[in-house]
């Protein structure tokens, strides 16, 4: 039966439409087609889906209550793994992970895991809200430093556990990338609201406009009475590329871009009071999800041409295959094997062109892509008006350079036990992209799972 | 007729102000549940100069010399970075200082004492690299004589012999003569027309002071033109000169590289690897460049002061 049944897609705005308004792309399955979607998978004895799911979602049960109707007991069963599912849904590459595993997915189109996670969030959002119950406390308290996605997950398992536990956040919002750096439009700010407050519900304590490391250090929480501090601060310190015209007023980090835009609310300028400009022609450098949002961004601001400018080609991209074809719908042109070496401006110092070079691949290297060579000669100038650097970004100094406790790589994250989170510190774990780099929502919230299980039996010592 | 023009004005003016600040008030007392940051003390303090005493325990009980901090004071408000002009870690008050430049801060000169501010983040950047270097000199140009105290008095409490300079266009924008007086072993005035001190610049009486004196380190905090001409003055002599710099801030914890300056040969963040950088160093003319990025934008903002709906705060 199941086999017959094909992948449900998802139904999305219009491309020409959507490219135009901030409103959400994804537009979530319908209760029949999550049934029908559900139907199609294969209840495995052994669930392969659920090795691919780095917050241990108990996939095929949910699915099955999917299946029978009973929307209510799967999201009960979602909730019990995964603090935010909605944002799960909406954001995971699960074509890399759980859908990766599905066993249907070897002759067929693997079930829609993500969709279906996310229509049944969505559908408990708008149900009566349910009372949560705090378990019996256990009297210790946690600090989390951080509001992102490892920091949520690890303070959510933490309060089911009845830990005490407060949250430090440096912006005047809780929510980290889901809220400054995801746009909109992939994930909206009222998903990710939604989702903080279950967690509060559950307990947790939020302290806004907090910087540890500066308001107080990781050392001064232990000695004011927390048991134990999680760290997740994040890769917040983006990279440039150290090339000449760099400091040209229209060249942004894709952290300022996107902060300025999601965040600040810089598209309803000047009824948000911070500006943002993306005049007719914008160039995104890099390739991966975030570069893919700036320029998807870009469009919606009202530039007529974005660029994607990437070294590599095509397959090396290391963005998500969905977010690439999105981003084509859109409009988003592809310069491909192809770099800026230089960026030109005016006497105001505002930027007006830049240089590009093209590439080549060569040989693969240390990371088994192929190495891109340039072509001396292929220089070549284009007309620009903004350049957003996507490139990546390191781990934000604060917590690392001010806890003397702890250990760090030459890169200046956080040295963690990556089963437990355990640093170098006594009492101290971290997670997410201060410990790894800059990776996905998923892995930093399986990185807060992981660390809200070791500082429940660290507590209990 | 004139009379009438006048009292009329007066109350069309108040009754606006007062439904304005009454949607205000509403907005930001339900808004902020857990952090209060109360004004406890609002001065007009010069010519579209404003002073803030801000409850803020924590912030004062950690502020050093040379921080800032990041205030917000509407949903959809922008943030900015501000410098801490003085603490009192005993009542737990912090000090801000501004100058209505811009949409947000004409607003903020609105706020009165008792009304709060949404978002006050600190203490940010690194504080003062403070010793005793022998003598000092330090500077502050109009609203920079703000900033400048807090480090005129550690230098002083660090036992350096401290001669200090402020200057403005005029005496309307000069102020915390008398407090900048209880810091330094001699105080300079100079304005540009000469209504208060000496006539001329803050570069002249430093000119002066150099041939006079062996000066050991300078810190010049105002304007960027006026940053620049001190790092000028004191480059052929190479006396040490520290400048702070305010450039455009998002975050202001390194995240988002808006306020990247030209520091020699390297690009360093404003937020975290200053505020304060080596004058000599500093490559002025794009700090100023950067600075001007969002002109229009600010005049289009300043255009838009009667507000047709949003959450700016300003309606």
Known sequence: MSLKIPRNPMPAQDPGKRAKNFQEVALGYDENTAVLEAQRCLNCKKPLCMQGCPVEVDIPDFIIEVAKGDLKKAAEIIKGKNSLPAVCGRVCPQESQCEKFCILGKKHEPVAIGRLERFVADWEAKQEAEEVYPPEATGKKVAVVGAGPAGLTCAGDLAKLGHEVTVFEALHTPGGVLMYGIPEFRLPKDVVRREIEYIKKLGVKFENNSVIGKLFTVDELLEEGFNAVFVGTGAGLPYFMKIPGENLNGVYSANEFLTRTNLMCAYDFPNSCTPIKAGQKVAVIGAGNVAMDSARTALRLGAEESYIVYRRSESEMPARHEEIEHAEEEGVKFLLLTSPVEFKGNANGNLESMVCIRYELGEPDASGRRKPIAIPGSEFEMEIDNVVMAIGQGPNPLVPTSTPGLKLTKWGNIVADEETGQTAQDGVFAGGDIVTGAATVILAMGAGKKAAKAIHQYLAK | ???????????????????????LLHKVETEVLLKMYKIVNQQKIGENLALLDVQAPQIAQKAKAGQFVIVRIAEKGERIPLTIADFDREKGTITLIFQEVGRTTQRMALLKTGDNILDLVG?????????????????????????IYPIAKALKECGNKVISIIGARCQNLLFWEDKMRDVSDELFIATDDGSVGQK???????????????????????????????????????????????????????????????????????????PEFDGHLVDFDLAMRRLSYYKDEEKRALAQKECQGGGCGCH
């Not at chain 2, 940010?124 to 703000?146: D, K, M, Q, S, Y």
């Not at chain 2, 808006?258 to 963040?269: I, L, N, P, S, W």
Request: charged share 15%; glycine share 12%; net charge neutral.
């Open chain 2, 1 to 23: 007729m004139f009379m009438i023009g006048i009292i009329l004005n007066f109350f069309v003016g108040r009754v606006a102000y007062m439904l304005w600040k009454k949607v």
């Open chain 2, 123 to 147: 203490p940010l950047g690194e504080p003062t690299h403070l010793a005793n270097f022998g003598t000092v000199v330090c500077i502050g140009g109009g609203v920079g004589i703000a900033p």
């Open chain 2, 200 to 274: 001329g610049f803050v570069t002249d009486v430093l000119k002066q002071l150099m041939a006079d004196n062996k000066l050991d380190k300078v810190w010049a905090i105002g304007p960027m033109v006026m940053m620049k001409a001190v790092a000028q003055v004191t480059k052929p002599t190479q006396i040490d000169t520290i400048v702070s710099l305010n450039p455009i801030m998002v975050d202001g914890t390194g995240m988002c590289g808006a306020c990247r300056v030209q520091v020699g040969d390297e690009t360093k963040f404003a937020c975290v690897d200053g």
